[in-house]
Every structure is written in C-alpha cells, then in structure tokens.
C-alpha cells in the first residue's frame, strides 16, 4: 500500500514539472538591443545597430579586431584598436607566464605552444599596459584603444581649435585673463 502511494506521488510530481517546463518563459539568452533576422531567400544574417548609434559613427563600429602578439619585456608590442571593436587578442610567452590586462580586470596564462587568449569588447578609449600578472609592474605589451575618426576629420590633426588653423595667439588662462602675443 504504502508502495502504490509513493509511485502515485512520483508521478504527481513529475506531471506537475512537465506543466510547469511547459509554461515557463523561452530564455534563449538573446542579447537586449540586437536585432538578428534572417531572410528566406538569401539565407544571410543581419545584424542591426543597437539604438542609440548615431549614423556618424555607424561603421566604424563593431569590428573584429583579430591580432598576436609575442610578449616582450625588452620591446613590448603594441596593439591597436578602436572603441566599439570587437578584439580577439592572443599572447605567446617565452618563458610561460600568466598574462593580465589588469585595467580591464581580465587574465589568462600564456606559453610558447598555449597562448593566452583574451576576447574583449573596447568600450573606453585608453592605453592598457599588458603586463605580467604575477608581477604588474613587468609590461610585456601595450594596448591601445582610440575613438573612431569621424568622416571629415582630418587624420592626424590635433590641433583641437577648429578655428581654420593656429592664428598664433595662446589660449585664454584658465583666470580669464589673456594673453597678447608679443
């Protein structure tokens, strides 16, 4: 009898997890603000901006950024990338050593025949030491992370004035006072 009760509940329990797995929300794990549709008749997937991305910068963003590089006390190198990128950055060491990007709090260990591999999505633009992470202060490269150049900027130009050019006359002292040039 008390057999029969037991299986009786056994399948009460199960029925109930079978209704209650089939009304539970779907979670695909979908990314909030990225549209992926797919069209029949070309069977190509398209990515759309996520809101928000002003058309200037629309594609100068988004990039896979895919480099190596062979970390170097002696000459370290350096990579480079801009803010929106997608990096996928693999580091060789010889000797074998943990590599960190510590700025961006992320770590791996490195070898001649396992690089460390680092999968990064560049939203600040700066320089990142990468360094040794057992000692922080051995830099054995250098990240460095840009903002995209608009359409119309000039490569290379900055003089940050925007007023047609150096008219040679000093900026104005942060106490209001000006200079003459002399």
Do not use: C
Not at 127 to 156: F, N, W
Request: glycine content about 12%.
């Amino acid at each position: 009898m008390a057999a029969r009760r037991l299986i009786i509940v056994l399948i009460l329990l199960l029925a109930a997890s079978v209704v209650a797995a089939s009304i539970a929300p779907d979670r695909t794990g979908r990314l909030v603000g990225v549209d992926t549709t797919t069209d029949t008749t070309t069977e190509e997937t398209t990515t759309e901006e996520p809101p928000g991305v002003p058309e200037s910068a629309k594609g100068a963003i988004g990039e896979v950024v895919r480099d190596h590089i062979d970390a170097s006390v002696k000459d370290p190198p350096t990579v480079e990338a801009f803010v929106g990128d997608q990096l996928t950055l693999t580091v060789s060491s010889d000797p074998a050593r943990e590599i960190a990007i510590l700025p961006l709090g992320i770590t791996d260990f490195a070898g001649t025949d396992t690089p460390a591999y680092f999968n990064i999505l560049l939203r600040e633009p700066g320089s990142y030491p990468i360094t040794d992470g057992s000692d922080p202060g051995v830099v054995v490269g250098k990240l460095e992370v840009r903002l995209p150049q608009k359409p119309g900027d000039g490569a290379g130009d900055d003089s940050g004035s925007g007023d047609g050019g150096d008219t040679g006359v000093s900026p104005a002292i942060p106490s209001g006072e000006e200079t003459v040039p002399s």
